[in-house]
């Protein structure tokens, strides 16, 4: 059976089944839905409404608009047999139907975030791992973006902050299981929104180094400290400090004994064993050129011994 479909990361889409939901095209009418979907969990008063999306208009006249912007969402699904019981109302009141299955990008981000709160990078199982990596990508945009409104601007400070949280979570979870070129990738992802993060710094030193790059995390410091000076006139903490003399010295504690290594995490494994491969056929070729000019040497020495008897 075809489904409601909305993503509300990037540009506004609402789709059933295949086909592009009609009728939502104007502004108020777009920006009342959206903000029922975002707070489905709750019934909201009609005059809230009303003071929230018409600021500026005088209450009775505002009312009067949601009316009318209420009756235009409500005919979008009532021409469809299967969505009209989206939108619940009486005389007061206003909901979302949360039960009218309709599927939400947003709805879908929030629940794998709850999923991996109050666990570490490393302690996450296969399960909440594939619920991070598959919320990361619904994430195409900011919270609607080109919507500058005040409470859509807190929302979309708000998703950005879980995004970066899970992105944290997944960086971690790449180094506690060698998959360090995953972990550098979230890593960028995280300083396109903040820049000036100085835990995500220090966090890609330590996989460019483990991922046998001193050089690229010695250029992650100098990034960062580039930025600290640009941005926010400061320089960067004792921590990061510490971090880039160990990188420097060819000294960076990496406390192997401590990793997690779980065994029902395959998301990561193929990545960790490329690694190791790639690594083993670089040690390979560098032990066949060895062999070649030992091989080299013993003619040289060879042939010198010949001339000398000769």
Known sequence: MDRLQISLFGKFCARFGEQSLDGLDACKVQELFCYLLLHADRPHHRE???????????????KGYLRRTLWQLQNVFNDQDDLNSVIHTDSDWIQLNCQAGLWLDVAVFEQAFASSQ??????????????????????????????????????????????????????????????????????????????ARERTYRQLMRLFYLAGDRTGALRQYERCTAVLRNELGVKPST???????????????????????????????????????????????????????????IQRVESTLSNTTG
């Not at 490329?274 to 040690?283: A, E, I, V």
């Open 118 to 195: 109050g666990k570490v990078g490393p302690g996450l199982d296969d399960t909440a791992v594939r619920a991070l990596i598959e919320a990361v990508q619904l994430y195409h945009g900011d919270l609607l973006e080109g919507w500058y409104q005040d409470w859509c601007l807190f929302e979309r400070e708000r998703y950005q902050q879980m995004l970066l949280l899970m992105l944290d979570k997944l960086m971690a979870h790449c180094e506690s299981c060698g998959a360090y070129e995953a972990g550098i990738v979230y890593g960028m992802q995280i300083l396109r929104y903040d820049l």
């Open 48 to 62: 809230m409404l009303a003071g929230l999306l018409w600021q500026e208009q005088p209450p009775a006249q505002a």
């Open 239 to 297: 921590s990061t400090e510490q971090l880039r003399a160990q990188v420097e010295a060819d000294d960076m504690v990496t406390h192997e004994s401590t990793l997690v290594w779980p065994s029902s995490s395959p998301l990561f494994w193929q990545s960790a064993l490329q690694n190791t491969l790639q690594q083993l056929h670089n040690f390979d070729a560098i032990l066949d050129q060895t062999r070649q000019q030992i091989q080299q040497e």
